[in-house]
């Protein structure tokens, strides 16, 4: 007689990147990890200086915590996110008023021409092996003179990591799996590309290069992380970049 155990069907895989299945844990985490909150953070916040006013799109906004400081220090944010729970958790945080949107940034962005002043891409770019369309996109939807200004894993980093070294010139992708960090099995899947594919992208897109940032971590987590801190302080972890939209030129005859 068939046994219960018999019948037992494996689990299946889990998701290569479903933010969905883990996002509790992942905003848990982010609001207080050293990377997050003391590292990646600090530094969008402080590559954007003054914002009050603007109209900033948060593209990849995860549960909200970036829009919820960059709303604080005066801007009018909108956020989307592939992710429809961590939209949720966004909601639950920022109000049932915040302009938050599920959109996935593989695809044409909900949005008309020159909507922003700025464009916000925290750690979401790495996600992607085509970045043409979605440079593209972030373009269209900036004015003249508007910004886009992103955090992706360090392409020297990820090329150090990995056993064996994959070729450098080219753009290939590894998986990690997030389970030490969100407690159950969670692949990611990240592409790494060399430092003048990136640039060569932005420039493709119409945008004009600015600032290349590799910071130091927050001082304020000193004490708070102080193996983290030092351990940072000294390496590579993220590579930032702003991007500038040229001015409009000319004027009517």
Known sequence: MPTAESHAQPAPPARVNDYDS????????????????YYERPAMLS??????????LDAGCGSGPLFAALRDRGALVTGIDSSAEMVELARRRLGADAALHVADLSNPLPFTNGAFDA????????????????LAEMRRVLGPGGRLIA?????FVDYAIQDPRPDYSATT?????????VGQSAPMTFWRRPLHAMTD???????RLAVISEPQPDPAGRELYPDDFHSLSTKMCFLFFVLEVPPATGSAE
């Open 173 to 181: 992708s590894y998986t990690d799996d997030w389970a030490t960090l």
């Open 119 to 134: 464009v916000h891409a925290s750690l979401v770019l790495h996600y992607l092996e085509d970045w043409g369309p979605t």
């Open 201 to 207: 992208a932005f420039t493709a897109a119409g945008f």
């Open 22 to 37: 883990f996002a509790e844990a992942y905003s848990a985490l982010s609001e207080t990890s050293f990377l997050n909150a």
């Open 151 to 155: 955090s992706v894993q360090h392409p």
């Open 47 to 56: 590559l954007a200086g003054d914002v009050a006013g603007r109209r900033i």
